[in-house]
């Protein structure tokens, strides 16, 4: 198994662009969650799906995140337009739903810096 | 709701010393605990879980944690600290829906 594959690992952009970070979770993993962490604030979760469909959203910070999973093999964060507040590292994580394997596999995440 | 706290934002042991990282956690439900670990520029690593089953949970690098229902606590230790450990280290908290982390514990190790 490859893990939980985030792209880019890195990105570099102008304030006021469009950013979108990328997840793939684990093969037969039925909930997602992105995480933020930042020095000041730590890690914290922005959004959580299971099979899907959103559960939590109300760790997004404001409406310019946003989040999608159209399928089960695939999920974007995506900010719009970034500010350089923004700045920090974006985790990807997935998780079983079975009990005799329960546990969270994170991506590596993505580093993002807006400038 | 869930939550966990952290004591210690830094820790400094020699190597060769006891390393114990404290954790405590509030949950409305029994609880999943786990413990992570973060090394400078890379993602988080799992040391290990607990998940009702034994309340004496080993795990990898010659850590271990022992969950106390009555303290509300998980604290992590390892008898002998190398310098390789030297990293941030966080307790999380779990149920059926999501998992919230402590503040992290930046673990150093002076030779």
């Known amino acids: 198994d490859a893990g939980v594959i985030q792209s880019p690992r890195h990105e570099v952009t102008e304030m006021g662009q469009e950013v979108t970070l990328r997840c793939k979770p684990i093969?037969?993993?039925?909930?997602l969650f992105w995480y933020r962490q930042t020095m000041m604030r730590g890690l914290e979760l922005l959004i959580y799906?299971?099979?899907?469909?959103?559960?939590?959203d109300s760790g997004m910070p404001e409406d310019r995140f946003s989040a999608k999973m159209p399928n089960a093999s695939f999920s974007t964060l995506k900010i719009q337009p970034s500010e350089p507040r923004d700045s920090a590292v974006y985790f990807c994580?997935?998780?079983?739903?079975?009990?005799?394997?329960?546990?969270?596999?994170f991506g590596s995440g993505t580093r993002l810096t807006v400038v | 709701a869930q939550s966990v706290t952290q004591l210690g934002s830094h820790v400094s042991v020699s190597e060769g010393a006891l390393v114990l990282l404290r954790c405590n956690y509030s949950?409305?439900?029994?609880?999943?605990l786990f413990w992570y670990v973060q090394y400078p520029n890379q993602g988080l690593q799992l040391l290990l879980k607990?998940?009702?089953?034994?309340?004496l949970v080993k795990g990898i690098n010659g850590f271990e944690a022992e969950f106390k229902k009555s303290e509300t606590s998980f604290h992590l230790t390892k008898p002998s600290a190398h310098m390789s450990d030297a990293a941030e280290y966080f307790c999380?908290?779990?149920?059926?829906?999501?998992?919230?982390f402590g503040a992290g514990t930046r673990l150093t190790v002076k030779p």
């Open positions: 607990y998940t009702s089953a034994a309340t």
């Open positions: 994580a997935s998780r079983t739903w079975d009990r005799s394997n329960y546990g969270y596999t």
């Open positions: 093969s037969g993993h039925n909930s």
């Open positions: 999380a908290v779990g149920n059926n829906n999501d998992m919230r």
């Open positions: 799906f299971n099979n899907n469909v959103p559960i939590d």
């Open positions: 949950s409305s439900v029994p609880p999943y």
